[in-house]
């Protein structure tokens, strides 16, 4: 199994440009989510999917879009990128979003730059 | 509102050496606890947990216990090796919510040999 995947690993936008970035996990996981990582300040939570077919609101919503593809694909598209949005970007799977048991299993992460 | 903070880091010390990594958190009802290792150029994973007040989690020779008369959940380790050189993050999960987990800043480890 190769667990959470996350492409790209590394990319290099403009401002204004738009991109998405893809998510997928093998392991029969109903629940994924995007977190967003940035220097002192952990990893914030952008978007969530507790259940195919429903996304909702995280910590740091504004400025991205996701898209629940199936059970196995989560993706998150920044329709124009500012610099602020410049950080690490991960996804991640759990069984459920029910059991607080639940242990979140996380991709290796996009790192994104905007210039 | 719910948070965690631990303290600032980076920590570093020498190989061998015991290690504490303080970790505090806010949270109504009962939150399952987490510690989370990232090493360099990879993502996150699971150290250890704990879902209960006084719970001990532990793994690969850390432990932390769950004090919910603190609010704390410390992460430990008696003899730390150069290996162990990452960023440590602590986390919380509410009894309440859908599975989001609310992470602290981060500590960064440095061992040195």
């Known amino acids: 199994n190769a667990g959470v995947t996350q492409t790209p690993k590394f990319q290099v936008l403009k401002t204004g440009q738009s991109m998405t970035l893809q998510c997928a996990q093998d392991m029969n996981h109903n629940s994924m989510y995007w977190y967003r990582q940035d220097p002192g300040m952990g990893l914030r939570l952008i978007y969530y999917?507790?259940?195919?077919?429903?996304?909702d609101k995280g910590e740091v919503p504004n400025g991205y879009n996701v898209s629940r593809l199936n059970k196995r694909e989560f993706s998150l598209r920044l329709e124009s990128a500012a610099p602020s949005q410049t950080s690490v970007y991960f996804c991640?799977?759990?069984?459920?979003?029910?059991?607080?048991?639940?242990?979140?299993?996380f991709g290796p992460g996009t790192r994104l730059t905007v210039l | 509102g719910n948070s965690v903070t631990q303290m600032e880091g980076p920590v570093t010390l020498s190989e061998e050496a015991f290690l504490t990594i303080n970790c505090t958190y806010t949270a109504t009802g009962y939150p399952s606890l987490f510690w989370y290792v990232q090493y360099p150029g990879e993502g996150l994973q699971l150290l250890l947990k704990a879902t209960k007040a006084d719970d001990k989690g532990s793994n690969k020779g850390f432990e932390a216990t769950y004090r919910k008369e603190t609010t704390s959940f410390h992460l430990e380790k008696g003899s730390v090796q150069v290996s162990d050189s990452a960023v440590y993050f602590c986390?919380?999960?509410?009894?309440?919510?859908?599975?989001?987990?609310?992470f602290g800043q981060g500590t960064t480890l440095q061992v040195k040999p």
């Open positions: 991640a799977s759990s069984v459920t979003g029910q059991m607080i048991r639940d242990e979140q299993f």
């Open positions: 999917s507790a259940s195919e077919g429903t996304t």
């Open positions: 986390a919380l999960r509410k009894s309440s919510n859908t599975g989001k987990l609310i």
